[in-house]
């Protein structure tokens, strides 16, 4: 065991010699130290009370943290052989926590920090900086700075099936606060909490109407899934820290898969 996070533990050396896995319904330290790396990676694990965002990490292996460990899946599968997106922690799924995770008390964002985020460049074009690259198979957000470098990474929500989210590249048409994204839930849906309490508004980058967002939410815990009308769901606290940072005509990509080649 070479990680401080699972080194305490000795369950975590029975999982990896494949004797027992983690899975739902099981409580503990053990799954409590999974729950922190998975939130610190930047996977949902956000519960919501009286409007208000809180740590998920309570040692209990309920849904929320099944969907999480899916999405982190999702992304060591691509680095890791013999992987399975089966939302249990076993063997591989440890060995590829050991490897990915950040050190103790520290995000994946945070300097010094293994963060596996894309090159922020629409296919190797400097003119073309991304701003913000959004995940689809792992469900999460990725923030850069001018610079390049990842600032933040954060859980999302898509479309479903019948309304899947377009990939491909867009730019910030306009961004709506807390009071205009009330308004647009009332006037759309006639639900003033419907974007959450921020819209960062998309156009495809030649400038042509889209549709679709970057918006808030308060439906918590379908965070990780595929349940939009289209639009990319983030916690409330998350998408305030992507509207503060991002301006109008900054790039957004939408991608199938960190792997994408036209973020190599």
């Known amino acids: 065991m070479q990680h401080e996070r699972f ?17 739902r319904g099981d409580k503990g330290p053990a799954v ?12 949902p694990m956000t519960l919501l009370k009286d409007g208000i965002g809180f740590s998920g990490v309570d040692s209990v292996f309920g849904g929320q943290t099944e969907t999480a460990l899916k999405n982190f899946q999702v992304h060591a599968c691509k680095k890791h052989d013999g992987l399975s997106v089966n939302g249990v922690v076993d063997a591989p ?13 520290r995000k994946a964002w945070d300097e010094g920090q293994p963060n596996h985020a894309p090159v922020s460049l629409w296919n190797g074009n400097p003119a ?21 470098k990842c600032t933040g990474i954060f859980p999302n929500a898509q479309g479903a099936a019948a309304h899947s989210t377009d990939s491909g590249l867009k730019k910030v048409r306009t961004k709506l606060g807390e009071a205009a994204a009330k308004a647009t839930g009332k006037e759309l849906w006639n639900v003033e909490r419907a974007f959450g309490k ?17 918006h808030g939410t308060y439906d918590y815990q379908t965070m990780g899934t595929d349940v939009s009308h289209g639009c990319v769901r983030h916690y409330n606290e998350d ?3 992507v509207f503060d940072a991002v301006t109008v005509g900054d790039l957004v990509a939408i991608v199938p898969s960190i792997d994408d080649p036209r973020l190599r």
């Open 128 to 148: 073309k900086k991304l701003v913000v690259i959004v995940v689809q198979d792992e469900h999460r957000t990725f923030l850069y700075d001018a610079h390049g």
């Open 93 to 105: 799924t440890l060995r590829a926590l050991i490897a990915l995770t950040p050190a103790p008390g």
């Open 198 to 214: 921020r819209i960062v508004d998309l156009c495809w980058e030649s400038g042509k109407s889209h549709g679709e967002e970057l």
């Open 239 to 241: 998408i305030i820290k």
């Open 32 to 43: 409590t130290a999974v729950q922190q790396a998975l939130e610190d990676m930047g996977f």
């Open 7 to 23: 080194a305490s533990n000795t369950s975590f050396d029975t999982i990896l010699k494949g004797d027992t896995v983690l899975k």
